[in-house]
């Protein structure tokens, strides 16, 4: 396995290796290329879903844009591409979902944080920026695509079972995903509202959208509840009023 000249110690490679690492970045892009089914079409959400402008991705996998990868070599030896980040098959409303929560939010915040001590605005934009960031990461990672296994892999004593909408061999645990049309691992479903399919790739940063998304709903309320509760302290006082009676209250 391995040939010592001197200090140098050189690994003998194998001709299966050899052949891997030969692999150009066309044959890479074509093991992910799981094929679009144009009759499924009608039964999932994202058939009507237009694809991004062509300058936004390099290739596509499935309904999925990628618009970031790079060359790896695997465990085994073998080179892959890594996707760094792409556009789920409903990518339209990862932005809108964004923007619906920003909206809200600074709504409110606009309307109430002006009552309430600055480090209240601190929190609440904090919040606010962690929510973006995890809703963001949850709609552009990569959510766990399995290579296709188009040839019996019986050889390599393989446990699984034929695919035929995936065209392609999957093992206990990968699924294939009827709106992104890509086989994962470990689904757990498909999320319009982030416009990627949830599986082990993306489930963390979905778990804390989820949970920032809680905590800054929660947030919001509290400071519309203790926005007013101040407001109507000072204005039920003499020479309170409003913001301005506020302003008075603390200079005398």
């Known amino acids: 396995k391995y040939l010592s000249f001197g200090w140098k110690r050189m690994e003998l490679k194998s001709p299966s290796k050899l052949q891997g690492r030969a692999k150009s970045d066309k044959d890479l892009v074509e093991e992910l290329n799981y094929p679009d089914h144009d009759e499924a079409k009608p039964h999932t959400l994202t058939y009507m879903v237009p694809a991004p402008p062509r300058w936004c991705y390099k290739f596509k996998v499935g309904r999925l844009y990628v618009c970031s990868s790079k060359r ?24 809108l979902t964004m923007g619906i929560i920003s909206l809200v939010s600074m709504f409110a915040m606009y309307s109430f944080l002006k009552r309430l001590p600055f480090y209240w605005s601190v929190a609440a934009f904090g919040l606010l920026g962690f929510n973006l960031i995890a809703l963001g990461l949850t709609g552009t990672t990569d959510p766990g695509i399995v290579r296709r296994r188009p040839v019996d892999p019986e050889a390599q004593d393989f446990q699984g079972r034929w695919s035929a909408r995936a065209q392609t061999y999957v093992r206990s645990g990968e699924t294939f995903c009827e709106e992104s049309q890509v086989v994962v691992r470990n689904m757990d479903h498909f999320c319009p509202w982030t416009g990627n399919v949830i599986a082990g ?28 509760s101040v407001h109507a302290e000072y204005s039920g006082r003499p020479g309170g009023g409003g913001l301005g009676g506020l302003g008075r209250m603390h200079r005398g």
Do not use: R
């Open 72 to 95: 790896t070599i695997n465990e085994s030896g073998d080179p892959e591409l890594k996707i760094l980040c792409l556009l789920g098959a409903c990518w339209p409303m990862t932005f």
């Open 201 to 228: 790739g993306n489930m963390m940063y979905f778990q804390a959208f989820l949970a920032s998304l809680c905590t800054l709903m929660g947030f919001v309320a509290l400071v519309c509840f203790t926005s007013m």
